[in-house]
């Protein structure tokens, strides 16, 4: 049936929807945004059964795509889908190609599930994606580099597999990126470290692995690192220590070896730091009571000691 939808959509829409609808929907009479964005709409509504949506206030009702729940119209053009938490479900496999102008994407905490859309990696003014919390499988396209706008990328809680792309780097104005509860492999690509912008970066309980890259002073803006639950290896590297804005650091249940880096009692915004079931040795870092703002510091199952 989904191969068949590009050949009976156009059927569709020229035909007024009825049943529970308070008005017919006629896809002629929409002139509020270009046909073709409408068509991407329908097309997303029909593929996650919209009918059983928990709120599809308006859809396929109105003439007025602006006036669809969760639907952002600016000067014509469709800029905003959120449709989180709204119990979208199925594979989707629309022409998003078709919303040049969409900024934002948020279709999390749903049951969506098939690989993520690569036709999203063409929009050149996207900012924002967030399909966390589905059933998402296949991999991050390569492609994703292309989205040279994107601030934030959410996509986690779900089945992803295969490596995180090196294409990556090309996301200069990338602020935050969550990864977390998948199932990537391989190392942590050494240009994640010239993401500048970075200020939150969590790939928790993956199966990364590997020794980190050594050059993350380079990520000077960077608050929260969280890469728990893995399987990283070698020595945590000093550059981390010259993160001065990070507050939070969890690189527990990894296999990190070497001492815990003495410098890290200059980070003076730093909060929480979890290093707990790794392979650490040697003495813990002198003065970490000088750390005023140092709420928590979880270091078990290491063979650490404090100095006498």
């Known amino acids: 049936m989904k191969n ?10 020229m035909i007024s929807f009825n049943g529970n609808c308070s008005q017919s929907f006629s896809f002629r009479n929409v002139s509020e945004i270009p046909l073709s964005e409408v068509e991407v709409l329908v097309e997303l509504y029909y593929q996650t059964n919209g009918s059983d949506w928990l709120q599809n206030r ?15 119209v600016i000067n014509g053009h469709v800029q905003s889908i959120n ?12 022409n998003f190609s078709a919303l040049p102008y969409l900024e934002e994407l948020f279709l999390y905490n749903n049951k969506i599930t098939g690989s993520i859309p690569e036709n999203i990696c063409n929009l050149p003014e996207l900012k924002l994606i967030n399909f966390g919390y589905n059933q998402l499988t296949g991999t991050i396209p390569q492609e994703i580099g292309r989205l040279s706008t994107l601030e934030e990328l959410i996509l986690c809680y779900n089945n992803i597999e295969g490596e995180i792309p090196n294409s990556i780097i090309k996301l200069h104005s990338l602020k935050g990126i969550s990864l977390s509860y998948n199932r990537l492999t391989g190392l942590l690509p050494d240009s994640v470290c010239q993401m500048k912008q970075m200020v939150l970066f969590t790939v928790s309980n993956n199966y990364l692995g590997g020794n980190l890259p050594c050059a993350f002073q380079e990520m000077e803006n ?7 639950n893995n399987n990283f290896s070698g020595e945590i590297p000093a ?5 001065k804005d990070l507050t939070r650091i969890d690189l527990s249940n990894n296999q990190f070896t070497g001492n815990i880096p003495s410098e890290i009692v200059f980070l003076e915004n730093l909060r929480f730091i979890d290093v707990t079931n790794n392979s650490l040795t040697g003495i813990l870092p002198d003065n970490l009571h000088e750390m005023k703002n140092l709420k928590g510091f979880l270091y078990s199952n290491n063979q650490l000691a404090i100095r006498n």
């Open 4 to 13: 068949l939808l590009p050949i009976l959509l156009p059927i569709f829409l």
């Open 58 to 72: 308006n859809w396929l009702e109105t003439n007025t795509p602006s006036s669809w729940y969760g639907i952002t």
């Open 83 to 94: 449709l989180g938490s709204n119990k979208l479900s199925g594979e989707i496999d629309v």
């Open 222 to 228: 960077l608050q929260w690192l969280n890469l728990s």
């Open 239 to 243: 550059s981390i220590c010259y993160l």
